[in-house]
């Protein structure tokens, strides 16, 4: 927790910086004047939604660098083969283009899937997944990932962090100008003092927890869409088989920030943590789909 605050607090001077320097550059250089509250609402927009889009758009080449995945181009042996046999299948089903398929080494049960663009994305297995799991699971944890990909979630994710990035970035202002005003005397022709920015960078840390809790709840539930689109997908037993393997490492990721959300296996969380945490409890997951109603594999990935 810590490590994480210390990495938004040096994320939010930098982004200070930049304000700074753009608005000064607009109003300064091209003449454009924008009211005060008008100003800064562009400027988080434009802040929130541009690194969380970059992000999105550079996801995949940020996870093979990372993780250091490489692509399967042509298939050596016959795990590699089938493994990219079965996500051809399942693309197919669920109406997507075909994913890069990679492997990545890494001792736990993992895999991940990512990028821009459905129909352009990437999907990736740890060589403890390959090692661990029987055909049928694995074919449950590709087809969990290959959900994510059809159901949209890595741009429907980086637009509701880019929503709240903006919600951050604007509130904590309005706010500490408004504290900043009150303790300040109203000091609006000398501009904000340093408590104003004192206040800013403290608003900035307690709204981006609250908006990382909202980010984490709607990854959880998202979590549960992909577990439904891969029993769809492969069959819900092999979906639960898969799911209670997973038992084996869960908890454990060497998966790097930027893609833990779209795992399979994510880190456990009790009490308040688990509001933090991109995955549900492996068990509520497992019942989830044990209280759903019985389906045949149909191919349709997206659960809405």
């Given at each position: 927790m810590f490590k994480r605050i210390a990495l938004f607090l040096a994320t939010n001077l930098a982004v200070l910086i930049l304000l700074g320097i753009v608005m000064s550059v607009l109003q300064n250089v091209f003449g454009i004047r924008l009211g005060n509250n008008g100003g800064i609402l562009v400027m988080a927009a434009v802040f929130g939604f541009g690194g969380s889009l970059i992000s999105l758009l550079m996801s995949k080449w940020i996870a093979k660098r990372t993780t250091g995945a490489q692509v399967i181009e042509q298939p050596r042996t016959e795990t590699e083969q089938w493994l990219v046999a079965t996500v051809r299948r399942q693309a197919e089903a669920a109406g997507i283009g075909m994913p890069e398929v990679a492997v990545y080494d890494a001792p736990e049960?993992?895999?991940?899937?990512?990028?821009?663009?459905?129909?352009?994305?990437?999907?990736?297995?740890?060589?403890?997944?390959?090692?661990?799991?029987?055909?049928?699971?694995?074919?449950?944890?590709?087809?969990?990932?290959?959900?994510?990909?059809?159901?949209?979630?890595?741009?429907?994710?980086?637009?509701?962090?880019?929503?709240?990035?903006?919600?951050?970035?604007?509130?904590?202002?309005?706010?500490?100008?408004?504290?900043?005003?009150?303790?300040?005397?109203?000091r609006e022709s000398r501009g904000p003092g340093i408590f104003y920015f004192v206040v800013v960078m403290v608003l900035d840390v307690v709204f981006g927890l609250i908006a990382s809790m909202i980010a984490m709840a709607f990854s959880r539930y998202r979590e549960f869409r992909a577990d439904a689109g891969g029993a769809q997908l492969a069959g819900r037993h092999k979906m639960i088989a898969a799911l209670q393997r997973l038992s084996q490492t869960y908890g454990q990721s060497t998966l790097p920030n930027q893609v833990q959300a779209f795992g399979i296996s994510g880190a456990v969380g009790h009490g308040l943590s688990r509001l933090m945490r991109s995955h549900p409890p492996l068990e509520e997951r497992i019942e989830a789909l044990r209280n759903a109603p019985e389906q045949r594999p149909s191919g349709r990935a997206v659960v809405r």
């Open positions: 049960i993992n895999a991940f899937a990512t990028g821009a663009n459905r129909n352009a994305a990437l999907v990736a297995v740890s060589t403890g997944l390959i090692r661990a799991m029987s055909r049928d699971e694995a074919e449950a944890v590709l087809a969990h990932e290959v959900s994510h990909v059809a159901n949209g979630d890595m741009v429907t994710m980086a637009l509701i962090q880019g929503v709240l990035n903006t919600f951050v970035l604007f509130a904590a202002r309005i706010v500490g100008g408004w504290i900043d005003a009150m303790l300040g005397g109203q």
